[in-house]
């Protein structure tokens, strides 16, 4: 079992950044492709971004490539995601995810576990 606790979120202002951290607990996550996911209100959860358990490979959704980063330190089992130049589009519950093995993984059926999510709120 692994268990994944999301930080970093709140309410900034168009244009600032944040950086997500994710927590895992119960195993260690290097052997495990990484994401996160955004839900907002009424709407899907949406693939964001992955990283292999390496490191050495990402993937990114079109909405946020460019703006948004995602790294890891197994380390330190954590995974983070770093947001640039948000908007209030940007405005949803952040989940990261585990998935087994080392592929990168884009759909919501692929994650093992998940978070319970952090709030991030982006006002005009």
């Known amino acids: 079992q692994v268990q994944l606790v999301e930080s970093g979120g709140g309410l900034v202002q168009a244009g600032d950044s944040l950086r997500l951290s994710c927590a895992a607990s119960?195993?260690?996550?290097?052997?495990?492709?990484m994401g996160w996911f955004r839900q907002a209100p009424g709407k899907e959860r949406d693939f964001l971004a992955a990283i292999r358990w390496s490191g050495s490979s990402t993937v990114y959704a079109d909405s946020v490539k460019g703006r948004f980063t995602i790294s890891r330190d197994n380390a330190k089992n954590t995974v983070y995601l770093q947001m640039n130049r948000l908007n209030p589009e940007d405005t949803a519950v952040y989940y990261c995810?585990?998935?087994?093995?080392?592929?990168?993984?884009?759909?919501?059926?692929?994650?093992?576990?998940w978070g319970q999510g952090t709030q991030v709120t982006v006002s005009p």
């Open positions: 995810a585990a998935a087994i093995g080392g592929l990168l993984r884009r759909l919501r059926v692929e994650y093992d576990y």
């Open positions: 119960g195993r260690t996550l290097s052997s495990y492709t």
